[in-house]
C-alpha cells in the first residue's frame, strides 16, 4: 500500500518537469499567477497621460492615472479515469502499470491537448480582439519576406526583441531551410534548440519551435480527447512574445487507488485532472503574428507546387 501511495505521489511531483520537457508550448507558460477565487485571473494595467511643456514660473502638470484590471476566466478543465482489474496486473509489477498508464496517457493525450488548446485559443482569443490572420500562401520565395514583415510590424508596434517565439509546422520549417537568395549558417551546437541561423533579418534571436501540423489548427473539438473541429483551419506559423500571453496551469491532480481503497470495484483506479488556460493580453496583442492557409489552399515547398 506504501509503495503505491509513494509512487503517485512521486509521479504528480515530476508530472511538471514532464510538461516541460515534451509540451511544445511550455515556453508560454507564465509561472506566477495570482488569482482572486477559484478561476478568475485579473490582470493590472496602467494608462498615463505624457509630458507636457514645463513652464519656469513653478509648478508641474499633473497627468491623470487610469488603474484598471483585465479579467480572464479559465474553462478548460479536464479528467479522466482508468480502471484496472487486479486480475490483470499482478501486484508486485503495479509501479510499471502505472508508469505505462500515465506516460501513455501524458505522452498520446494531456500533452498533445495542451499544445492544441493553447495554440487554438491563442487564434480564437487573436481574432477575438479584431485581429485578421494573413493568408499568404506562403513558398520558398516569400517566407522569408513574410517573416521579415512579421518582424517589423512587431518592431513598430514596440514589442521586445529578446524571447520572440515562431511556432512553425514542419512544411513551413521546410520553406525556410530551403527559402531562396539567403546564405545560411547551420549550427554545430544542436543543443542550442536554434537548429540553425541565417545572416539577413536574422532568425537566430527568435525561437523556432516546430509544432506538428494536427498541433496547430484553429479549432479543436474536445467532447472526447482533442480532435480538429468540423470548421478547423490549418495554421502555419505564430510569431509571438510570451509577454503577449498568459498561460496558466491552476491545477493539477494525480490518483492511485489501490484495491479496497475505493468503491469501485476490485481493482486499481487511476484519476487524473488538469485545469489550464491560456488568455492574449489585450494590450499586447500586437506581440502576435499569425499565417494561416486560406480555404482550399495547400502550403508549398516551392514556387506554386504542392
Known sequence: MANTINYATRFERDLKQKYKRESLTADLTTEKITFVNAKTVKIPYLELGGFKDHTRNGGFNRQN???DYMTKTLSHDRDVEFFVDTEDVDESNLAVAA???????EEEHAIPEEDCYRISKLYSDYTGLGKT?????????NILSKYDDYMEAMDEAEVPEEGRILYATPAVEKLLKNAEDVKRVFSLNAGNGNGFMRAVRSLDDVKIKKLPSSRMKTAYNFTDGCVPGASAEQLNM???HPKS?????KHSYIKL?????HTQG???LFQLRKYWDLFVVDTR????????TAKSTQVTNSSGNE
Open 266 to 268: 476490485d481493482g486499481f
Open 257 to 261: 487507488w489501490a484495491p479496497g481503497t
Open 285 to 292: 496583442v500586437d506581440g502576435i503574428m499569425i499565417n494561416k
Open 99 to 105: 508508469a505505462n498508464i500515465t506516460n501513455t496517457f
Open 245 to 249: 500571453v498568459l498561460a496558466c496551469d
Open 65 to 67: 492615472i487610469k488603474n
Open 238 to 240: 505564430i510569431l509571438v
Open 133 to 141: 490572420a494573413d493568408t499568404t500562401e506562403l513558398t520558398v520565395k
